[in-house]
């Protein structure tokens, strides 16, 4: 999953600097919509850090570590859902203008159960997987790129 978060902060990176040349011509794109809506970093960089070194292997074990360091599950398959809505609520009050898309993430992604069908159970890839469809549905106009 680590691999997956680096290509996709490649991908955007990359995207984004692709995005800035084209500002004068917004032409038709075929690029994924995720590079499309700046979401801000919703980790905390402790944990991340934490979670990135070493890198940990398979698929879902840094956004289990990551969810684990920062109390958002009970135990390896249970959502601590009021820690997560309370992470979202502040970092909802960090980024302004987010408050619709942090709604639907907690509606989507807190108050039921996702299941994003990775090859491995992992309530965590789960919930952040969801948050991040979730926000970039709901994306602000002013975070939005494309």
């Not at 691999?3 to 990176?13: A, D, L, N």
């Not at 590079?35 to 980790?43: A, Q, T, Y």
């Not at 850090?49 to 940990?56: G, H, I, V």
């Not at 090859?119 to 926000?135: L, N, R, S």
């Amino acid at each position: 999953m680590f691999k997956y978060f680096i290509y996709c902060v490649f991908i955007v990176s990359t995207c984004h600097a692709d995005l800035l040349s084209q500002k004068e011509n917004k032409g038709a794109t075929l690029k994924p919509l995720s590079v499309c809506c700046d979401i801000p970093e919703l980790g905390d960089p402790k944990f991340l850090a934490k979670c990135s070194n070493p890198k940990l292997p398979g698929p879902c074990n840094d956004v289990q570590c990551v969810f684990e360091e920062s109390g958002f599950l009970t135990d390896r398959n249970t959502l601590n859902k009021e820690a997560y809505k309370a992470h979202l609520r502040k970092w909802e009050e960090d980024n302004k203008g987010w408050t619709v898309a942090v709604d639907k993430a907690i509606a989507d992604c807190v108050d039921n159960e996702p299941r994003q069908h990775l090859d491995v159970p992992c309530k965590a890839y789960d919930v952040f997987t969801c948050t991040g469809i979730a926000m970039l549905k709901k994306c602000p106009e002013a975070a939005w790129k494309c």
